[in-house]
């Protein structure tokens, strides 16, 4: 099997060498960290999120959080 050369952003390379198991290479740590998952999965996953709820409803109340901007 031939190989590609990848350029990445130096943050996500810092995640995925975060995430490397000792003894595994980073292209056996990206294998295992996308395990078979592809974008369009996750736009469907994220199609079925409810993204218009705040954190006070999402945590029942219990933060107490103060709006960027406002004073506490």
Same mark, same amino acid.
């Given at each position: 099997?031939?190989t590609k050369? #990848?350029?990445?952003?130096? &943050?996500?390379? %810092? ?5 490397r198991?000792d003894? =595994?290479?980073l ?5 295992r960290?996308?395990d078979?998952?592809? #974008?369009?999965?996750?736009? &469907?996953?994220? %199609? ?5 709820f705040s954190?006070? =409803?999402?945590?029942?109340?219990a ?10």
């Open positions: 099997m031939g050369h #990848l350029r990445v952003d130096e &943050d996500l390379h %810092a995640y995925i060498k975060s995430e198991r003894g =595994e290479t292209n056996e740590t990206l294998k960290l996308l078979g998952y592809s #974008l369009s999965q996750f736009a &469907d996953d994220a %199609a079925e999120l409810d993204l218009d954190v006070e =409803e999402a945590t029942d109340g933060v107490d959080a103060t709006p960027p901007g406002e004073e506490p």
